[in-house]
């Protein structure tokens, strides 16, 4: 390297750092001092365009300036010893990879804007054009909510620093609901029961989870959650109340990945199991699942049309189990009859299902169990 390289090299590498300085003025006075918060959605069409481009200028001159900086710095310690040259290289290697994944990060946020933009949000959306698979009261879901307590909760869960903490999306949901003896049911669960005209419901759900990923953290929290982001749930719950609220109460989960079985009860007290978990779902074909683990097996058969799906009606049982019902026949049950004592007075009483829902999971925190007396 001679030196009107060194020359070009120290031009460039002034120049990137002026252009990063200016971005960083810009956006102090901006955000910080005049409390500026753009909303891109209502902006005008060059505007949006202007603002992308900029994003991605920014982008590519970190990614110069990283490219850059990993030469100059591998140049000099070239003529020192080998642990220098070591350093210098992971110095760069490291401004590099950052640069990278700001880039991967900053062109999936345009893109998710310009999907929203052709596809409408949900967010966006009034409650009398949202979904029916959006309108899930008593589980903490990305879109709008629609009831009062549930708004209610999704407020006081992103009132609290961090929060949430995990995106996801449930897809194919299918609730098989139990109808078993309140008392019985009680004994089971440290929560007083949410009865519907006094009677207890207990229910099994079986989805498949996808792209579990963290709120902060990018593509990089993307791709380190990768191997625990997509697998296939069984859940038993049930329904009660805390200080006032409905809620769920899980009695047990199983689930198709080993890692998240492992980490689940660990680091967030969840009672998960592994097992085999396998589900077929097909529109114009009957429906099919099936989960074995040591301990039993559970299977069924399901059937659901498109033109089933309507609004529930007011004060209906489908209302309070919040979802779309199908058509559902039990194959093999022993997996679930290992459970509790409360299966032995259980009967079957319908199922319903929802296409999936995007859903938001926060910090445990730690609560104390309710009187059930």
Request: some cysteine; aromatic content about 12%; hydrophobic content about 45%.
């Amino acid at each position: 390297m001679n030196l009107s390289d060194f020359i070009c090299l120290e031009a460039a590498l002034r120049a990137a750092a002026i252009a990063q300085f200016a971005v960083a003025i810009l956006n102090l006075f901006l955000v910080r001092i005049m409390k500026w918060k753009p909303d891109l959605d209502r902006a005008p069409l060059l505007i949006r365009e202007v603002f992308h481009i900029h994003v991605i200028f920014i982008s590519i001159t970190l990614s110069i300036f990283a490219v850059l900086t990993w030469r100059f710095v591998h140049e000099i310690a070239s003529a020192a010893n080998p642990l220098a040259i070591w350093l210098a290289t992971a110095i760069g290697t490291f401004w590099i990879a950052r640069s990278v994944m700001q880039w991967l990060h900053y062109s999936s946020r345009i893109l998710e804007k310009r999907m929203s933009a052709v596809f409408g949000s949900a967010e966006r959306r009034p409650t009398e054009h949202l979904a029916n698979d959006e309108l899930v009261g008593r589980d903490s879901v990305e879109p709008a909510a629609v009831l009062s307590a549930s708004e209610a909760a999704r407020t006081r869960l992103l009132s609290r620093r961090g929060e949430p903490l995990f995106y996801a999306s449930w897809d194919n949901v299918l609730f098989i609901h139990y109808e078993t003896e309140p008392d019985e049911l009680q004994c089971c669960i440290p929560y007083p029961l949410d009865l519907y005209d006094g009677r207890a419901f207990v229910s099994l759900v079986a989805f498949t989870m996808r792209g579990m990923r963290p709120r902060f953290g990018g593509s990089l929290g993307a791709l380190l959650f990768k191997p625990i982001a997509t697998h296939h749930f069984l859940n038993v719950r049930t329904y009660v109340r805390h200080r006032g609220e409905a809620a769920i109460y899980f009695m047990r989960e199983w689930l198709s990945n080993r890692m998240a079985a492992l980490l689940g009860p660990r680091s967030f007290g969840l009672p998960y199991q592994f097992g085999k978990i396998e589900y077929r779902n097909d529109f114009e074909q009957a429906w099919s699942g099936r989960v074995e683990t040591s301990g039993g097996a559970f299977s069924y058969c399901a059937r659901l049309t498109t033109n089933e799906f309507g609004n529930s009606a007011a004060g209906s049982l489908d209302e309070f189990l919040q979802h779309v019902a199908a058509k559902v026949e039990i194959v093999t049950d022993d997996l679930i009859r290992a459970t509790e004592s409360w299966w032995r007075d259980a009967g079957y009483v319908g199922a319903n299902y929802s296409p999936g829902v995007k859903v938001w999971m926060g910090w445990p925190h730690q609560i104390e169990p309710g009187r059930t007396g």
